[in-house]
C-alpha cells in the first residue's frame, strides 16, 4: 500500500516513491502535480493565487504560483529529482461562480492557470496535460509509481492525465 500524503490549501509536499499524493477541493486554487519518472519523485502544490508579488500578506510561499512551484522543485531535487526530467500536469482554475466575465479580479481561476503556464514555461519544465476550467471542484491524486493524475469530481465524473 502507497503511503498516503495529503495535500492541503496553499501547502505543497514531495515525496520519494511509493506515495500517493492528493488534494481536495481544488475551486479556483490550481493543483500543480510535477513528477520524475525517472526517480518516481512526485511533488504536488495546492496554489490559490498567482503572484506573491500581489500580496500584501505573501509570507506562505505555498500560496501563490510564482513561488510555490519553485519551492516544490527545490524540494523535489533535495530528495533526487532531475531537474531536466521534471514535468508538469495541472487541475483546477474553475470559475466557480457566476459573475461578469471581464473582472479579472474575480476571474482568479483563470488567472491562477494562466500565472501555473506562465512559471512552468520560465523554468522550461513540459506541461504534459491539463484539466482546467468549468464551473466545478476537483480532487486529485498524484501516483509516484507512473506518475498518472487522477482528477475526480462530483457530476463529472473521474478523469486520468
Known amino acids: 500500500m502507497d503511503r498516503l500524503i495529503k495535500v492541503g490549501m496553499a501547502d505543497l509536499q514531495a515525496s520519494c516513491h511509493p506515495c500517493v499524493i492528493t488534494t ?3 475551486g479556483s486554487c490550481v ?7 525517472y526517480t518516481k519523485i512526485a511533488g504536488l502544490a495546492h496554489i490559490m493565487l498567482p503572484s506573491s508579488l500581489q500580496a500584501r500578506n505573501n509570507s506562505n510561499i505555498a500560496k501563490f504560483a510564482d513561488t510555490a512551484i519553485v ?5 523535489m531535487i533535495k530528495l533526487g529529482a532531475h531537474r531536466e526530467k ?4 495541472i487541475a483546477g482554475g474553475a470559475q466557480m461562480f457566476a459573475f461578469n466575465q471581464s473582472s ?10 494562466l500565472a501555473t503556464k ?4 520560465e523554468l522550461k519544465i513540459p506541461l504534459l496535460s491539463e484539466d482546467t476550467g468549468g ?8 501516483y509516484s509509481d507512473d506518475g498518472r493524475f487522477l482528477i475526480k469530481t462530483i457530476g463529472h465524473g473521474i478523469t486520468q492525465i
Open 24 to 26: 481536495l477541493g481544488l
Open 31 to 37: 493543483g500543480i502535480a510535477l513528477y520524475d519518472r
Open 71 to 75: 519551492k516544490l522543485v527545490e524540494d
Open 86 to 89: 521534471i514535468t508538469a500536469k
Open 104 to 113: 479579472d479580479v474575480i476571474r482568479i481561476g483563470a488567472r491562477n492557470v
Open 118 to 121: 506562465d512559471v512552468l514555461a
Open 135 to 142: 464551473n466545478y471542484g476537483r480532487t486529485v491524486e498524484l
